[in-house]
């Protein structure tokens, strides 16, 4: 079955320090990748995808993420996060000929300290 | 233009009622899907409607249910509701109607809660 494994739980990093969220995922042919957040209170937003192409994609809000066959990753990471970074990140895969069902992982929680 | 609504925002039932929760997707978007967000299991997709059909369909009971109008709204009904079943409720919906997963916009979310 695909799956979805963000290690992290819950990470805490410094405002101005770089960022790298992790994700692995486990599906047998290419995947569709996502990174989306959640605040408190709010719903899912896009942050970046991954189809194919380049794979080092750019994202809203000074996000990035490179998809790596070979360790089926795909990390997000960001050079320096902003308090208004603090919320919860899922990585998501979907694949072809499944429409728009996504698996999700179980999300890392991100704090920053001022 | 306006994104992804979802009525009511909040709503708390009684195990054994039903309840019916409401999205409006964006206009022109007519790939709707819906997702259960709890902190145990996290976020579990429900189903996906596109052109008033059921296109995929998660692993969840039968209690759970939808439908799409023609308009593209949606709904989903929860019969027989058990504890288990608090959880925010989220819709999302998509331009994209091919077969491959498009972007997605998730609308704030209907919190259940079960009593």
């Known amino acids: 079955a695909q799956s979805v494994t963000q290690p992290d739980i819950h990470i805490t990093v410094s405002e101005g320090a770089s960022l790298e969220l992790r994700c692995n995922y486990s599906y047998g042919a290419t995947p569709y990748l996502f990174w989306y957040v959640q605040s408190p209170g709010q719903g899912l937003q896009l942050l970046l995808k991954?189809?194919?192409?380049?794979?080092l994609v750019q994202g809203i809000k000074g996000f990035e993420a490179e998809f790596k066959r070979s360790q089926s990753s795909f990390n997000l990471r960001k050079p320096s996060v902003h308090w208004s970074d603090a919320a919860e990140y899922f990585c998501a895969v979907g694949y072809n000929n499944a429409g728009n069902m996504l698996t999700f992982g179980g999300g890392t929680r991100l704090m920053v300290k001022p | 233009k306006a994104g992804v609504t979802q009525t009511p925002r909040y709503l708390i039932k009684t195990r054994g009622q039903q309840v019916t929760l409401s999205c409006s997707p964006i206009s022109g978007h007519r790939s709707v899907s819906w997702y259960q967000q709890t902190p145990g299991q996290g976020l579990q997709f429900l189903f996906e409607y596109f052109s008033e059909t059921q296109r995929n369909k998660g692993n969840f009971p039968g209690r759970f249910s939808g439908r799409q109008f023609s308009n593209s709204r949606s709904e989903m009904n929860v019969s027989t509701l058990e504890l288990g079943d608090s959880a925010l409720y989220l819709c999302?919906?998509?331009?994209?109607?091919?077969?491959?997963?498009?972007?997605?916009?998730f609308g704030p979310g209907t919190r259940l809660t079960v009593t």
């Open positions: 991954y189809f194919s192409g380049d794979t």
């Open positions: 999302a919906s998509s331009k994209v109607t091919s077969g491959s997963p498009g972007r997605q916009y």
